[in-house]
Structures are given as structure tokens and as C-alpha cells.
């Protein structure tokens, strides 16, 4: 407590000092729950000019084949509380362009292929679920990221996270993106009980809401 107490107060002093400790490969149990603790505490400036470090280090920790489901557990916390603190939308920004570069796409190779998509997916439907911040902007990119990974089951989670956390008046205006998306997966066997939770309610609302354009209930009944 007297350590929490220090950093809310001097958290640009203390806080870059215990990260390297805090962050050694394997993450231990103890560190991330740590991390999790000083994380709520931290200036979320500090927070977001760490944030690389941080998530870098969780992704690397979260793919560890040795973890404990303990250990597990607290570095899924730590995460949930780099999504609680983050209150700016070039930090926002980061922090999904970190994400979504673990991702191969057409043209595109992941930045670092050591990182596991399915660390990856877990981080992003942590922040979809507990961000306060706008996700609109990112939604197109990660609904193309998401269904197109038709075997990943993280993935779908994630993106049922992400609907979920969207007001239900402006799902609309993402059925074009989930229609291209689903386009684009023709062929493969989705095999995800969570596809339904992710898709229909984008494509229900596009084709069943009143002020929608025409080509929005098209393409809506088409995804369907």
C-alpha cells in the first residue's frame, strides 16, 4: 500500500524503475499481479508512454507454454488494466496498431511472428471490453482481422467483445465490412459457435433498421 501511495503521487520517477524487474521473461505470477496493482495506480501518462514495453512483454508472457493458470490469470489482469488506464486516443491508437500487427493479412506479414494470435485476440477483446474510449474507427480492421481467422476461437470471442461494447444504433454502419469480410472467407468452414454472436446482431440491425439505405439492408441480407 505505501508503494501504491508513492506512485500515484511520483509515478514518472518510480514506475520506469520496477518495469524492467517486473517484465523479465517468464513473467511470474507475483510480477503481473503486481504490475496489475501498479497499473491502477500509475498516472496514465506514464501508463501510455510505457505502453509498448508493457504489451509487448504481456503478449510474450501470455504465450509461455510453462504458465500457470494463476500466472495466466494475472497477466490477463495486468492487460485489463492497461485497457482501464488507457485515457487518450493516441495511446488508443497504439495499442491497437500493436495488436492488430500480429496479424497476417494479404500483403502483410506479422511484424514479430513470435507473438501468437490468440495472445493477441485475448488482449484485444480485454480492451474492447473495458475501454471507455471511441473503437468505432477500429472496428472495419479488426472485423476483417477477426472473421477471416475462421479456426482462431480468441478471435471470435474478441470480436463478440467488441460488438457488445458498440452502441446498438450504430452497429450499421459496419455491415459492409462484415460483408466483405464473410466474402472473403467463402469457402472455408467456420467452425465457431461464436460466429452467430459476432455477425448477426451487425447484420440485423443493418437490415431491420429504418433510417438504413438501401444498400446497407442489401448487403446486411446478403451477409445473413
Known amino acids: ?30 510480477h503481473a499481479e503486481t504490475l496489475g496493482a501498479l497499473l491502477r495506480v500509475a498516472s496514465a501518462k506514464v501508463v501510455g508512454k510505457n505502453l509498448t514495453t508493457i504489451i509487448m512483454a504481456l503478449l510474450h508472457g501470455l504465450d509461455e507454454p510453462t504458465n500457470t493458470e494463476a500466472t495466466r490469470y494475472a497477466i490477463l489482469d495486468a ?12 495511446h488508443l ?3 491497437m496498431s500493436l495488436l492488430q500487427e500480429r496479424f497476417p493479412l494479404p500483403g502483410r506479414r506479422p511484424t514479430d511472428e513470435s507473438f501468437s494470435r490468440a495472445s493477441a485476440a485475448t488482449v484485444a477483446g480485454l480492451v474492447f471490453q473495458n475501454t471507455a474510449l471511441d473503437l468505432s474507427p477500429y ?16 478471435g471470435w470471442e474478441a470480436l463478440v467483445k467488441l460488438v457488445k461494447a458498440q452502441r446498438k444504433e450504430l452497429l450499421a454502419d459496419h455491415v459492409g465490412a462484415v460483408r ?21 446482431p451487425i447484420l ?11 444498400e446497407t439492408k442489401t448487403e446486411a ?4
Open 180 to 200: 466483405n469480410a464473410l466474402s472473403k472467407a467463402q469457402g472455408q468452414q467456420i467452425q465457431s459457435k461464436s460466429t452467430l454472436a459476432a455477425c448477426t
Open 139 to 154: 472496428i472495419p480492421e479488426w472485423v476483417r482481422i477477426l472473421l477471416l481467422d475462421t479456426k482462431m476461437e480468441e
Open 1 to 30: 500500500n505505501a508503494l501504491k501511495d508513492i506512485l500515484a503521487v511520483r509515478s514518472h520517477a518510480v514506475f520506469p524503475i520496477l518495469l524492467p524487474q517486473l517484465l523479465t521473461l517468464p513473467i511470474t505470477a507475483i
Open 79 to 90: 492487460a485489463t488494466a492497461i485497457a482501464e488506464r488507457i485515457e487518450s486516443e493516441d
Open 204 to 214: 440485423l440491425q443493418g437490415l431491420l433498421q429504418a433510417q438504413a439505405i438501401t
Open 93 to 95: 491508437h497504439i495499442l
Open 221 to 224: 441480407a446478403q451477409g445473413l
